[in-house]
């Protein structure tokens, strides 16, 4: 059964501290995505990889660093330099056909 | 730049029509999309219209392109609670692979 998993699904993590979300996907798709998600906002790019090793920042990319080792994964690092972690994260990924992007079901992050 | 704007809240009755609006700015986007999203949950694909389409129907759901107007409307027929949620539409930007959503509507259906 092919798609995107992101763990864990609730996260949590006192001020100072880095964390990794995790993003898998088993569709073979090449892009990969990372938005962040603020009650009652839309959606705003982190990262973008569109090949194994290589990615972009995307409009947010301050505080975050992420990693494309394999074609199936896509981490992403929220460090401790992200003046405001806590939100909700969504890792997508997609073809080239439509460009249309099949997302996972999130991690909330909550930094006290 | 490229934006994309959605009025924030609707509110129908059950078993009427919804219609969900937007409007974007790049003309030369080849898809535009929508999305649904339940609480605490990721983005599901609901449909999707190419820019020399100007209706798509896909069972409950119609998606109507104005493209002089740049702008693009979900109806969905006979709105059921379930359908209660938040909707985006998404344009493909000029970057490669990249899609600029809207900040979603949410749909709240009451009996």
């Known amino acids: 059964d092919g798609g995107i998993t992101q763990s864990p699904k609730y996260l949590f993590r006192k001020e100072g501290q880095n964390v990794t979300l995790s993003c898998e996907q088993n569709l073979n798709h090449d892009a990969m995505y990372w938005y962040r998600q603020d009650p009652g906002q839309g959606l705003r790019l982190i990262y973008y990889s569109q090949i194994v090793n290589d990615f972009q920042k995307g409009d947010i990319a301050e505080g975050y660093s992420v990693s494309r080792e394999k074609k199936e994964s896509f981490p992403l690092t929220v460090t401790s330099a992200q003046k405001n972690p806590t939100a909700f994260y969504l890792c997508?990924?997609?073809?080239?056909?439509?460009?249309?992007?099949?997302f996972g079901p999130g991690t909330r992050l909550t930094v006290t | 730049g490229e934006d994309v704007e959605q009025s924030l809240f609707l509110s129908v009755r059950e078993g009427d029509s919804s219609v969900i609006n937007c409007t974007y700015t790049?003309?030369?986007?080849?898809?535009l999309y929508w999305y649904k999203q339940e609480p605490g949950a990721g983005l599901q694909l609901l449909t999707y219209?190419?820019?020399?389409?100007d209706m798509k129907q896909d069972q409950r759901l119609t998606v109507l392109l104005n493209k002089k107007d740049k702008h693009l409307s979900l109806r969905i027929a006979d709105t059921q609670t379930g359908d209660s949620a938040i909707y985006f539409c998404a344009e493909v930007s000029g970057g490669y692979n990249k899609l600029i959503f809207g900040a979603g509507t949410r749909l709240a259906v009451h009996p």
């Open positions: 790049d003309s030369s986007s080849t898809y």
């Open positions: 997508a990924s997609s073809t080239d056909k439509r460009y249309e992007q099949y």
């Open positions: 219209i190419f820019s020399n389409m």
